[in-house]
């Protein structure tokens, strides 16, 4: 596996238009793409800062993992994403050396990227998501 670079942070949010007030009128950062992924039950707003985004996200369903994360946490950090050369090639790695996967196999997320999760009870608490192009 060979990561190249963290892709983006991904921030629960309960309100997008609510939290880019925020990252627009005080960071003055540009929001440059907002999506729904409709099988993963959210919407998203892309912020770039250097080579790292930031990715809001906003439950459109209450029964999606974002709401249930909101209501047991409040809203923050959601969730560090790694990018790389191959996401089912990188899940099947860390699965051989123990890790506990949310994703067996790379599924399609936001932007068009080959995602796949890390369960956080294998990544010391952190939701972990490998993505690639």
Same mark, same amino acid.
């Not at 250097?50 to 369903?61: D, M, N, V, Y």
């Not at 050369?85 to 890790?99: I, Q, S």
């Not at 067996?104 to 997320?109: D, S, Y």
């Given at each position: 596996? $060979?990561?190249?670079?963290?892709?983006?942070?991904?921030?629960?949010?309960?309100?997008? @238009?609510?939290?880019?007030?925020?990252? @627009?009128?005080?960071?003055?950062?540009?929001?440059?793409?907002?999506?729904?992924?409709?099988?993963?039950?959210?919407?998203?707003?892309?912020?770039?800062?250097?080579?790292?985004?930031?990715? &809001?996200? +906003?439950?459109? /369903? +209450?029964? /999606? /993992?974002?709401?249930? =994360?909101?209501?047991?946490?409040?809203?923050?950090?959601?969730?560090?994403?790694?990018? $790389?050369? $191959?996401?089912?090639?990188? &899940?099947?790695?860390?699965?051989?050396?123990?890790?506990?996967?949310?994703?067996?196999?790379?599924?399609?997320?936001? +932007? +068009?990227?080959?995602?796949? =999760?890390?369960?956080?009870? /294998?990544? =010391?608490?952190? &939701?972990?998501? =490998?993505?690639?192009?």
């Amino acid at each position: 596996m $060979n990561i190249t670079h963290i892709e983006h942070i991904g921030i629960a949010v309960k309100s997008i @238009e609510e939290a880019k007030k925020y990252y @627009e009128d005080i960071l003055g950062l540009k929001c440059y793409a907002e999506e729904e992924v409709s099988d993963q039950k959210v919407k998203t707003a892309f912020f770039l800062v250097g080579q790292t985004k930031i990715e &809001l996200l +906003e439950a459109t /369903s +209450e029964d /999606s /993992s974002v709401a249930k =994360f909101i209501e047991k946490r409040g809203e923050g950090i959601h969730h560090i994403a790694f990018a $790389n050369e $191959n996401t089912d090639k990188a &899940l099947k790695e860390v699965e051989e050396k123990g890790v506990v996967l949310i994703d067996k196999q790379a599924r399609k997320g936001a +932007e +068009e990227l080959s995602i796949g =999760f890390l369960h956080p009870k /294998s990544t =010391f608490g952190v &939701l972990t998501e =490998f993505c690639s192009k």
